[in-house]
């Protein structure tokens, strides 16, 4: 049922791929990709992926972190929805936004499950279409 209404955000949207991110962007993404009929391509920390990747590093609350895809995962101009169980500060979202802009992709929609309005981290997508399930406000 969840995953019936994220799709149901993107039907009309021309998705070619979903992706997600480590490690329960793995447990929506497919399901997702799957409803839309749409490749699903895994955004995961380094140095698990088989082939040549792209990586970008990006600033947590408590240090740093690095994130990595296939440099051929996404082509030129194709629609990307990303995925995630979770949008607090947004960080990892931007992050994952930073490396599909690098390889080309077009950013359809950034889809969450749950989103904590209290931390703002809507704000730093300013001009994408950001779609959550459930809303938390304290």
């Known amino acids: 049922m969840m995953i019936d209404a994220l799709a149901a955000h993107y039907f009309e949207k021309n998705i070619d791929l979903v992706l997600g991110i480590e490690a329960r962007g793995f447990i929506f993404g497919p399901a997702l990709a799957y409803r839309l009929n ?15 990747t792209a990586r970008v590093t990006y600033d947590l609350e408590y240090g740093s972190d690095s994130l990595e895809i296939h440099l051929d ?3 030129s101009g194709q629609r990307v929805v990303i995925v ?4 607090a500060t947004g960080g990892t979202m931007e992050a994952t936004v930073k490396l ?4 080309g992709g077009d950013i359809a929609g950034l889809a969450f499950a749950l989103e904590l309005d209290f931390l703002k981290g809507r704000e730093r ?7 959550s399930l459930l809303h938390y406000d304290e």
């Open 125 to 131: 997508f300013e001009g994408l279409d950001v779609f």
């Open 73 to 75: 995962a996404v082509e």
């Open 84 to 87: 995630d169980d979770l949008l």
């Open 38 to 52: 749409a490749g699903f391509i895994p955004v995961r920390k380094p140095k698990k992926l088989p082939a040549k």
């Open 100 to 103: 599909v802009r690098q390889l």
